[in-house]
């Protein structure tokens, strides 16, 4: 039998632990909290990955239910039981994917129950999906604080959904300055990759190829700035990391453009840090985004950032003219105008410069690691005293919607 242990338990649930923004704000928050603070357990509803090698807390429990895709009734019984195994203080779900927890959560017994919107679905880009919206009403109840990643996640919960506003939190994501940070010297060369950084000026993303990622509109959008500009293909390059269906669909695109010479998909990478330190300017084609994990980790290693104004992106970004600009923002499925935004920072690098150390200064100020960790702390703080009551029951009442 395990010795007691008296740190509360947190029990983090997500559809997959695997590599992604969402999955990254976890590993940073469990590495970041103070050990002595609480304790810390994973529960994926599919599976969990080698990516559970990025947490360097070896008190971490892994547990993958090997969920088939549809809906998970069936799965509530064993979510009952492992809950009462594992007499987690808290459990923390997060997306719609994994919302269905909370219910089962709440039978065991678990005294706190918070719920965290990270991003938007592929299906729902807009937060119209009223079959969606239903789905969060119904599960409401059984939820006690909802924490948005952005202002646009949190007033699509206060006021699409319905929340009240006293059981919203909006939190941004935070970033770890010293491990991302920009190269002594200027851009270093990128292991493994062909271009070099002294000679050549590298545009680049990170992510999952995913539909809702939209690297195809990236792959586009660097076709068209060659066509606009033929004189930068002595010089600038296309870095495109991560793996998914969209990777050989963009590789097709810039094969019959005859420009895949000039670019560089090697596929998923674990060193994210040094592909950053290698690149002159960070570009995110998404439809649909929380709080980008990518675009802090670009900031912070002082790259300036094209992005597209969706989701929490233009919390992030400082696009407008005038002193602490740190990059654009440009119309969502429009490779013309993030064309431009490229081409404009391709042709005056000095500029681009200073706009990623606008955006280091901007990173370093509002959106550290020490900030993201005391607001959840905060949070699970202060609803743990109040559960105090209900942690000795098993049946507590589901809160008000």
Known sequence: MKPFDPRPLVVHVMYRF???????????????????????????????TDFRHRIQRDDVEF????????QGFWLWPKLFRLFRRLRPAIVHSRNLA??????????????????????????DLDGSNRRYQRVRRF???????YIALSRDL??????????????VTQAYNGVDTQRFAPAAGGPAAIPGCPFDPRQHWLIGTVGRMAPVKDQTLLARAFIELLARAPELGERVRLVMVGEGPL????????????????????????????????????????LAEGISNTILEAMACALPVVATEVGGNADLLQAAEGPGRTGWLVPAADHAAL??????????????????????????QRFSMAAMVKTYQGVYDALLPRSAATARTLSPTPSEH
């Open 98 to 123: 994994a919302l269905e927890v909370q219910l089962p959560a709440w039978a065991a017994g678990v005294p706190v129950r918070i719920h965290g919107e990270h991003g938007r679905d592929v299906g």
């Open 139 to 145: 599960y409401s109840p059984f939820v006690q604080r």
């Open 339 to 364: 064309a431009t935004a490229l081409l404009a920072l391709a042709r005056d690098p000095a500029a681009a410069a200073a706009l990623g150390q606008a955006g280091r200064a901007r990173v370093e």
């Open 63 to 70: 547990i993958a239910l090997k969920k088939p895709p549809g």
């Open 247 to 286: 990777r050989a669909q963009a590789q097709q695109l810039l094969v019959e453009a005859g420009v895949a010479d000039l670019a560089w998909l090697p596929g998923e990478r674990s060193d994210v840090p040094a592909v950053m330190r290698g690149l002159h300017c960070f570009a995110l084609p998404s």
């Open 154 to 167: 949190d007033q699509y919960l206060r006021e699409t959904v319905g929340i009240a506003p006293a059981r």
């Open 18 to 48: 695997d590599t992604g923004g969402l999955e990254n704000g976890i590993v940073n928050l469990i590495n970041h909290m103070p050990a002595e603070a609480y304790r810390h357990a994973i529960v994926a509803l599919t599976e969990v």
